[in-house]
């Protein structure tokens, strides 16, 4: 039941959330303001471009597009499952997506439309990670959803259904993370530019580590 939500999945889900709240603030104030967290906005600007007869731009939003798409497919690949389970391979696919960032930011520093790719995929990995805990959906690359579900929570107390706080609490902390990474990735894109994208890589990287001492931990008391 998502009441008995363990405390490491809303911290996880947090700078999880703030990962992708600087990667996609570095994005749109980066790469031609081409948010790399989702693909809302990216598969709008996508048709845009396909009516106007934009060759070059139609081909590089279709790559960011697909870049997320094989990101999340290597999610399921690696975890095998999309619902959230202690034991699976976080921490390795943490370490690629802390990798995926930092080669996305050697592009783009050198000026390559390579890292625009490169980062649409860590977030699709992301994203990919997990998608579900004990019927809850859970987000951490974009918000729409959450505040939707959120809204719908809601509406339903007000017709008197009681309100689940642990899982409305859960939205807002990934909310409060996205909107806190956002912050960050802005203020350090003002001071260093795309070597902003060091702040979500080492963020992934950390939580790779975190993750395995965890797991270690709890077996460590199970045996």
């Known amino acids: 039941m998502i009441s008995k939500l363990p405390r490491w999945v809303e911290v996880g889900g947090f700078w999880l959330a703030c990962i992708a709240g600087a990667a996609n603030s570095i994005g749109l ?14 598969s709008t600007l996508l048709g845009v471009s396909l009516v106007e007869g934009r060759l070059a731009e139609t081909a590089h939003l279709l790559g960011i597009v697909l870049s997320f798409v094989v990101g999340a497919a290597g999610a399921g690949a690696i975890l095998g499952n999309v619902a959230l389970k202690l034991g699976r ?15 996305a930011m050697v592009a783009l520093v050198q000026d390559s439309g390579l890292g625009h790719f490169l980062a649409s995929a860590a977030c699709g990995l992301q994203n990919g990670m997990v998608s579900t805990y004990s ?22 107390a007000l017709r008197g259904h009681p309100l689940n706080t642990r899982q409305a609490t859960l939205f807002l902390v990934l909310i409060a993370g996205f909107i806190a ?15 902003a994208l060091l702040f979500p890589a080492a963020g992934a990287g950390a939580l790779a580590v975190s993750y395995w001492v965890f797991r270690l931990r709890r077996r460590a008391k199970q045996v």
């Open 181 to 195: 990474g956002g912050g960050v990735g802005a203020i350090l894109f003002r001071w260093v530019q795309f070597y």
């Open 89 to 103: 391979q976080y921490s390795f696919v943490l370490v690629i997506e802390s990798l995926l960032l930092l080669m």
């Open 29 to 42: 104030l980066g790469f031609t303001h081409q948010a790399v967290s989702h693909l809302s906005a990216t």
């Open 135 to 156: 019927g809850a959906v859970v987000r951490t690359t974009h918000v729409t959803g959450l505040f939707t579900d959120l809204g719908t929570m809601l509406g339903a």
